[in-house]
């Protein structure tokens, strides 16, 4: 129509920065090659088409002075008239129609017309094209992050199809099954929970548990315990069917929901009810005996059984006075608000205090060894104290009677590292992580003959956090060793405080 041999379409290329040829017939390579328009180029004929957003042509390459600097390549390509149409579009990057010809020739305006027809039509292709990509870039955008939010979960969720066979499952369930999930998905879905019922103590019994909620026959699974991650986990199958936006059935959803924390939770109740009512009863039913014997009429007792009966009371009261406090300290714990008094102390009279209060007292057994040259430590000498008294008290009460317990401080970098070992009979692998839980008490004969409501612990590392420093249990080759962190940075940060006045 238009008498043309060669056409392009010019465009910004907003990665690069630079305007080229996105598409063009009949030039060659390397003149489209060479075609790199940068956006302050003022010579360029497209960009000054752009800018003021109408046609504009060049009727011949040979007169038209603003063509000098580019006629030797239009001559090496064989055209002599340009004319450019900006393309309106909204979305893409600025681009332009460009038609070229082997004769000079002005580019009428029914021409330019019918050729800003065609660029409407490009324009509009390209702009559905960028529309599309960015449409189809959200979309993969949104699946990432819904694949990345699930992948994330604590709970296992798997997806199986009508006939049964899984079409997803996230990260937690091969963890559960201990199966890869390109091998969970396609499997049968029975497979896959019978993998997991395999690892409670009991699979066949669990599997008959969960008839009915592979039959389809009910929603919620019963509770399972299995161990994982080196603890026991407690999960609840719940099953959902899943509909497309129609609400045509598309298959199935089985949620693993993990109730461990509710488990947890559960324990802690409980273990605090029996506590309360073993722990204060016993020193309540001596305290309530030994002063009703006192207050008997019919009976005198001679001044040193009335002693005895006293202290007895005595003992009783603080053991109760004790558990009270602990039980205080352990909520002032969980809710955040425990308040560090401190103050310059020698750590050598809180170990001295600290055994001379414990119950049962290790006596000769304690072997304390200090460096001659120990810092002072600026801590709430009433908490640490305590962390020193438990310790020596569990180390007593868990080690037997004859062994020697060992307590060294060391300064290490900017704590005082404080070690107190024993040489009983440590404690299990699977059980060092939860001994530093409120209420838990290992199972075995020694936590069920010694008194104690399984809070020492959990206080002790909550009054070391509240000091800015840690406890933990080292590694042992026999016994148990607890150590504890204190940090001398409050003493630098007072020098430094003094270097600076
Ligand atoms: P409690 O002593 O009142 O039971 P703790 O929180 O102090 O509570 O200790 C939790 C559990 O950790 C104890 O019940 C015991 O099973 C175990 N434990 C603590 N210290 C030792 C130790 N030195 N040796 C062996 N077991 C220990």
Redesign the pocket.
Known sequence: LLNVKMSAIIALDEKQGNYRAQTSRGLSKDYINKILIDPSDSQSITLRALRDNEPLQISDTETNPAYITRRKRARAEGFRSILVIPLKTLYAPPSALLVFRPDPHVFTDQEINLLSNFANHAAMAIENAVLYARSDMQLQEQTRRLEALIQSLSDGLILEDTGGHVIYANRRVGELADMPTSEIVGSKINKVIERILQKTSDPKNAKQKFQAILNNQDIYGPEISLPFEGRTHWLRLHAFNVNDNHGVPIGRGQLLHDITADRELDRMKSNLISTVSHELRTPLASIKGYATTLLAEDVEWDLDSQHEFLSIISDEADRLSNLVNELLDLSRIEAGNLTVKRQMCNLKDLIDKAAQHAEPAPGERLRVTLPSKLPAVEVDQRRIKVVLR??I???T???GNETPIHISAAVEKNDIIVR?K?E????PDQ?QQR??E?F???E?G??RT???????????QGFIHAHGGQLWLEPSVQ??C?AFSLPLKQEKILGKDNANK
């Open positions: 438990n310790l008290e569990n180390a009460k868990y080690s107190v024993d009983g009979p440590g404690i059980e001994i530093f409120s838990y008490r290992v075995n020694l936590a010694a008194s104690g409501a399984g809070l020492g612990l959990a206080i002790c016994g148990a607890f």
